[in-house]
């Protein structure tokens, strides 16, 4: 079966750190690109980062986030990380971990969220 199942979402105050997983099962990190979507309350769901299926993990951000979290992958563990650094209130909302077949991006896979919320 397979499955994302993300993790590591919670209440954190402005300026603090969190790193949310993605764990994958039922198939491996290759030939899938990857990526964090966020949506915030009131908000449609965007894509705020992403890494390539390819060796070097060609990484993507949306500039709200660029400097600031790093996504990356652990080929040996199946997993998927989102490390969000200095986070804001702005960075308040459900995180969705994706998975599309990069030959395929057709075959497209949603973990089920886990929210994030910024807030002194």
């Known amino acids: 079966q397979l499955q994302l199942v993300e993790s590591g979402g919670g209440l954190v105050q402005p300026g603090e750190s969190l790193r949310l997983t993605c764990k994958v099962s039922?198939?491996?990190?290759?030939?899938?690109?990857f990526g964090w979507f966020r949506r915030a309350p009131g908000k449609q769901r965007e894509g705020i980062a992403a890494?390539?299926?390819?060796?070097?993990?060609?990484?993507y951000y949306v500039d709200a986030v660029k400097g600031r979290f790093v996504i990356s992958k652990d080929k040996a563990k199946n997993t998927m990380f989102l490390q969000m650094n200095r986070l804001r209130p702005e960075d308040t909302g459900v995180y969705y971990c994706?998975?599309?077949?990069?030959?395929?991006?057709?075959?497209?896979?949603w973990g089920q969220g886990t929210q994030v919320t910024v807030s002194s």
């Open positions: 890494i390539s299926s390819s060796e070097a993990g060609t990484t």
């Open positions: 039922g198939f491996t990190l290759d030939y899938y690109d």
């Open positions: 994706n998975a599309k077949l990069r030959a395929r991006p057709e075959y497209e896979y």
